[in-house]
């Protein structure tokens, strides 16, 4: 099979802009996109960088962008990533690029070490005396984020890191969602303390995209709402992102629909200074009549909204019993 490789390359220490190299190479049917590449490596240019090491989906570094999606390259299927028998690589996003499809992963490091992605338990139960207790249900739930292999997949391509760097990110915050969980942990409420300030859990806008390129289907998003749901459970309700969440169901049950008008002040606050920062969006919204209305009627058939809250409140709290 006659196959075309579209390789973004970049020498930080030589090159002034990165630039693709087209590498035309034949190759078995069943190959993989990492198999492509040794095989360029080996019969064409040498000087094509790249990482690997198991070649099974364990260690996690073969990560790149496979057609403009973050993948593991011994996990892709050569002839399912070919457009017109072209595949197009690129380094990760979100991490500086050391050389071609080799990026410097310690963001990602970086905010998993902040996140401690370690289990810390009472020093009083540290040794062999000590059991811990674990439903299965929950082994279960947990083994989903044991699976990560810290391939940086889901940092690549977070839609919030891409903007705001100290975002912890995906991976992190599933980590820091088992920990949570774990009863071998004591940490549980000061981990959601932290999680809950600025660049945590609430600044993920539930893009999915660590959803959908994570190999390992981690669900790193999901981890994440669950860590909402238990910071408020635990009463951290101090922040916007909670706050926001508030605001949202409040009126939502109250009216039927969402009061567009009053939720950037009930979720940051009705605090003029932390509210200045956002006149000029007001401003600019008034001058092109997208202003939300202040008037805000209640829709008919609310009573059916208020009856499917309730209802989800309801099974919540029965699953929450069993
Ligand atoms: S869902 Fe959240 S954590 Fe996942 S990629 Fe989007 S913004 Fe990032
Ligand atoms: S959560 Fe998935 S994509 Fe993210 S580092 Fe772990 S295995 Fe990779
Ligand atoms: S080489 Fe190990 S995950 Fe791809």
Redesign the pocket.
């Known amino acids: 099979m006659l196959v075309t490789l579209r390789v973004r390359r970049f020498n930080p220490e030589t090159d002034l802009e990165p630039r693709f190299q087209e590498y035309t190479v034949d190759v078995p049917e069943h190959f993989t996109v990492l198999d492509a590449l040794i095989t360029i490596r080996e019969r064409i240019d040498g000087t094509l960088a790249f990482r690997y090491s198991c070649r099974m989906a364990i260690c996690g570094a073969c990560g790149m962008r496979i057609n403009g999606l973050a993948g593991l390259a011994c996990k892709t299927a050569l002839r399912s990533a070919l457009n017109d028998g072209t595949v197009t690589l690129e380094p990760m996003g979100n991490m500086p690029v050391a050389k071609d499809l080799v990026v410097n992963m310690e963001p990602f490091w970086h905010h998993l070490r902040t996140v401690r992605p370690y289990i810390e338990p009472h020093p009083a139960r540290i040794g062999p005396q000590n059991e811990y207790r674990i439903s299965p249900e929950l082994v279960d739930e947990l083994s989903e984020v044991v699976r990560c292999i810290m391939c940086g997949a889901?940092f690549s391509?977070?839609?919030?890191?891409e903007i705001d760097i100290n975002?912890l990110?995906?991976a992190a915050?599933a980590r820091a969602g088992w920990l949570v969980r774990d009863p071998r942990d004591s940490r549980a409420a000061d981990r959601l303390r932290e999680l809950s300030k600025p660049h945590g859990i609430w600044d993920?806008?539930?893009?999915?995209?660590?959803?959908q390129v994570c190999p390992k289907d981690v669900k790193?998003?999901e981890q994440?709402l669950r860590l909402r749901r238990l910071a408020v459970e635990a009463g951290i309700t101090d922040n916007n992102g909670a706050r926001h969440t508030q605001a949202f169901v409040d009126s939502v049950k109250e009216t039927g629909w969402l009061d567009e008008f009053t939720l950037v002040p009930k979720s940051w606050g009705w605090n003029p200074v932390a509210l200045l920062p956002e006149l000029p969006t007001a401003v600019r919204m008034l001058v092109r009549k997208r202003a939300p209305s202040p008037v805000h009627p209640r829709q008919p058939g609310v009573d059916e909204v208020r009856n499917l809250f309730e209802k989800t409140e309801r099974k919540r709290s029965v699953k929450d019993d069993a």
Request: proline letters at 10%; a negative charge; hydrophobic letters at 40%.
């Open positions: 889901c391509d977070c839609t919030v890191d975002f990110g995906p915050l993920c806008t539930r893009c999915f995209f660590c959803v790193p998003m994440i």
